[in-house]
């Protein structure tokens, strides 16, 4: 799987858009890219994931530039709840056996009231 | 809807006794499973996985051990802990397609174990 750059920590205030950030300049054509979020003392949770197109759910939007380069997860309204460590994943789906997610260190969101 | 379980919450054994986690999930049929670790301060480990009734791949040798004798149950187990085994234990399951696709993992809420 690529290799995923994300910024440490980041702070938002609470109620304004949380735009978090990552760099995935090695995705191939055939990998997908995943975010998902570990609150304190929690399993981590799935959030959104995207090919080429932008895609938006109730939990987030996930914003993928042109050359898929890098990507923006934007949490539209952050709340106290948001805060958590935010993982950027890239990983081929379509092919049997693909099992492994690499979680890297992620970014630290603190949401500030 | 699907949930995954996973007990004990917490758990504090000593160096050299054995260890048992299950995690049974509910609300889907032949899931993929997995066992992560997670230790203080790092990234999840893929310990296991799991694509049916009986078929255990590990990932890392190590001294632990996972079994799966029921569709929607998962068991970590060791004969013998040691302290580098403590960690955060965590189970996931993804959808699974007839062709191998594996899709999203929904994570299960852990288990915490401190080997002393």
């Known amino acids: 799987d690529a290799k995923t750059t994300q910024p440490p920590s980041m702070d938002c205030a609470e109620g304004r858009a949380a735009n978090l950030p990552c760099n995935h300049s090695?995705?191939?054509?055939?990998?997908?890219v995943y975010w998902y979020r570990q609150i304190h003392s929690q399993g981590p949770q799935y959030i959104i994931h995207?090919?080429?197109n932008n895609e938006t759910n109730e939990m987030a939007s996930l914003i993928i530039t042109e050359d898929r380069k890098s990507s923006t997860l934007i949490l539209p309204h952050a709340t106290l709840r948001d805060t958590a460590v935010y993982y950027c994943?890239?990983?081929?789906?379509?092919?049997?056996?693909?099992?492994?997610?690499?979680f890297g260190k992620g970014t630290k969101l603190s949401v500030i009231p | 809807s699907q949930t995954i379980h996973q007990w004990p919450a917490t758990l504090v054994q000593p160096v050299g006794s054995p260890l048992s986690l299950e995690c049974t999930v509910e609300g889907t049929s032949n899931p993929n499973l997995y066992w992560y670790r997670q230790a203080a301060g790092r990234g999840l480990q893929l310990l296991f996985y799991s694509v049916g009734i009986g078929q255990i791949s590990s990932e890392v040798p190590q001294n632990l051990s996972a079994s799966r004798p029921q569709d929607r149950q998962f068991i970590l187990s060791s004969k013998k802990l040691l302290l580098s085994d403590s960690g955060f234990y965590l189970c996931?399951?993804?959808?699974?397609?007839?062709?191998?696709?594996?899709?999203?993992?929904?994570f299960g809420p852990g288990t915490r174990l401190t080997v002393t």
């Open positions: 996931a399951w993804s959808n699974s397609g007839t062709s191998g696709i594996s899709y999203e993992q929904y």
């Open positions: 994943i890239v990983r081929v789906v379509e092919e049997a056996g693909s099992y492994q997610l690499t």
């Open positions: 090695t995705i191939s054509g055939n990998e997908y």
């Open positions: 995207g090919l080429k």
